[in-house]
């Protein structure tokens, strides 16, 4: 019912006036209420309302306006150009900008130079017959290039299958992504992991103004690589690198980690003794020279191994000269001695000790050939063991000198025979003779531990000084345990000619002979510290003659450096050229072990 001015005629004016403010103030109120009445609109509705008005204004950059950053880059960004069936590395946290894994027919590859330099080592190559080997205590498995080997650029190359079946990594592939690239880890240890506390951007370097690689999500776990006060390097569970700002992480925790265990460690078999080495080397030239042993049998020497030098390359094919002997091997064993047969590379009249032992090394089939004839003339003979003595081989060999050497062990555990290598001291010329090689597949490796000062030096002093004998021990050491590691010492000594501190001439003495030569000019040598031997020198024709002498002295001092380093033994160049008296200084060390 609505209120009209007859509606209040009965009333007096001070009331009328009264009762009509009151009617209008009811209508502003109900005017007022009506233009605010609310509108129950949902929240979610208010959302995508604004998302429309952001998308209609920044159109694609509308996640950058919602969230501060966009994806603006992509993994060319760290790796470079990846080219058309290309894919990028990245190696224990690290992005290869110069090295390409290389996809063909869904399958992945890698340089082979590369797996050998980080990944895996052991694998060998033959490029001239085209094939790849890997040896293991069971024997060596051999693939085609084509099995399991490309080509690309140039670069030859094995595939991730082919790796991972011998090594023990973690492997990740994900060629399948824009930027193809594959992740692999063969480190492990400990590490720090953080938490991201909210939607923020992984960058390629750490600065705002940096491309955005990828977004992090609240309570994604990252391994965190480099912190800093305002940016930290990490890693996301993809292998992608970047930096995050510092304060957008929490939940720090410290982290372990071991290699996955999916590929066995290589255990070779390993013969040892029940006592020290002591191995005498025995030089026999022709097969006459088999009947020498018995006067080294007849002087009961404190020798339990004698190593004839029996076998020598003799042409690029891998054939050899044989004068082995089982009448020898025979009366050795009746005086309870074991029987190392040597091989070596440099007792055949043209034969070059360098580039035809590569030329039988690198083929895979003279490596096969030279082996199986070597196993067979050892078993029929009855020798208990192979010595090798392979010298002057360059650094280019070193990679088939290696494989050879495991290809024999494998061969003479098969067989039940020991197999042991000769070696320079470790110097940076000798250090292809792979060591550590040796070490793991071999019996014993013998330290030939003299000839610090040869024929072809340029100044004078001793064959053997203390200083290069415990050298030769502690570097073969880093690659060899003790266990396996015997020290060859000399039975001989070098005297120098000299004019005007200039040499013009050497040559090597057998102990005895040594010593009398400097009694013959009424010498006395007297010890030297520096070389740890006994020093004498005289002068005749104009000459200065300086002897630093091997003797019983300078014997017992290397000895006590084997005694203390605690190895398997002692070996001697060469039986013949000994003084009687050494022979009780052996026995003692002998006795100690």
């Known amino acids: 019912m609505k209120l009209h001015d007859r509606d209040f005629e009965d009333l007096e004016v001070e009331d009328l ?24 609109v949902p929240v979610a509705a208010v959302f995508i309302i604004l998302l429309s008005i952001v998308i209609f204004s920044f159109g694609g950059n509308a996640v950058e306006a919602l969230t501060g950053f966009k994806v603006n880059t992509d993994l060319t960004a760290c790796f470079g150009e990846i080219g058309e069936g290309e894919a990028g590395m990245i190696l224990n946290d690290e992005y290869e900008t110069e090295i390409r894994a290389y996809i063909k027919d869904g399958k992945t590859y890698i340089p082979y130079d590369y797996v050998k330099e980080h990944l895996n080592d052991w694998f060998y190559r033959d490029e001239n017959e085209g094939l790849i080997l890997y040896t293991t205590p069971e024997g060596t498995k051999r693939m085609e290039n084509g099995e399991c080997a490309e080509e690309f650029d140039g670069k030859f190359c094995i595939s991730t299958d082919l790796v991972m079946e011998y090594t023990d990594l973690e492997y990740g592939d994900h060629t399948k992504e824009e930027v193809p690239y594959i992740t692999i880890k063969n480190t492990w240890g400990s590490y720090s992991s953080a938490t991201v506390k909210k939607h923020t951007a992984l960058r390629v370097f750490g600065d705002k103004k940096s491309d955005v690689l990828s977004a992090l999500e609240e ?5 965190v690589l480099d912190p800093g006060t305002e940016w930290t390097k990490v890693r996301t569970e993809n292998g992608i690198m970047g930096f995050v700002v510092s304060k957008d992480l929490d939940e720090y925790e410290e982290l372990s980690e071991a290699a996955p265990g999916n590929v066995q460690e290589m255990v070779f078999p390993c013969k040892t003794f029940n006592r020290r080495i002591s191995l005498g080397w025995h030089q026999v030239m022709g097969d006459a020279g088999n009947d020498t042993v018995y006067d080294i049998l007849k002087n ?14 003799s042409d690029g094919s891998g054939s050899m000269k044989d004068i082995s002997s089982a009448s020898y091997v025979e009366a050795a064993h009746k005086a309870e001695k074991q029987v190392w047969a040597v091989i070596d590379n440099f007792n055949v009249e043209g034969f070059d000790a360098d580039n035809d032992t590569h030329e039988v090394l690198s083929y895979t089939s003279k490596r096969e050939k030279l082996i199986n004839d070597l196993i067979v003339s050892v078993k029929e003979c009855g020798a208990d ?6 010298e002057e081989l360059s650094s280019d060999t070193g990679q088939h000198f290696a494989q050879f050497i495991k290809e024999l062990s494998v061969a003479c555990h098969d067989n039940g025979l020991v197999v042991s290598v000769d070696n320079y001291v470790p110097e940076a010329y000798s250090k292809h003779y792979h060591r550590e090689v040796q070490g793991k597949v071999c019996d014993f490796c013998v330290i030939m531990g003299y000839d610090e000062h040869h024929a072809g030096s340029s100044e004078a002093g001793p064959v053997a000084s203390l200083d290069f004998v415990e050298r030769g021990i502690e570097n073969t050491l880093k690659d060899v345990d003790a266990a396996k590691v015997v020290n060859g010492v000399p039975f001989f000594t070098r005297i120098w000619e000299t004019k005007n501190g200039v040499i013009t001439d050497s040559k090597a003495l057998g102990m005895k002979e040594a010593s009398d030569t400097l009694k013959s000019h009424g010498v006395t040598p007297s010890w030297d510290d520096g070389a740890g031997c006994n020093y004498g020198e005289y002068e005749a024709n104009g000459s200065v003659f300086k002897v ?29 050229l000994e003084s009687r008296e050494v022979w009780d200084d052996i026995e003692a060390y002998l006795a100690n072990g």
């Open 17 to 40: 006036e009264t009762v009509r403010r009151r009617v209008d103030r009811k209508k502003r109120i109900k005017k007022k209420r009506k233009q605010s009445i609310p509108v129950a």
């Open 219 to 223: 309570e994604d776990k990252v391994r």
């Open 300 to 313: 009961d020497t404190a020798v339990n191994v004698l190593g004839p030098t029996w076998y020598s390359l």
């Open 385 to 390: 063991g192979i010595n090798v003595d392979f």
């Open 548 to 576: 630093w002498l091997e003797d019983e002295e300078s014997l017992n001092a290397k000895l006590g450096i084997m005694e203390n380093q605690n190895l398997a033994g002692v070996a001697f160049w060469k039986l013949g």
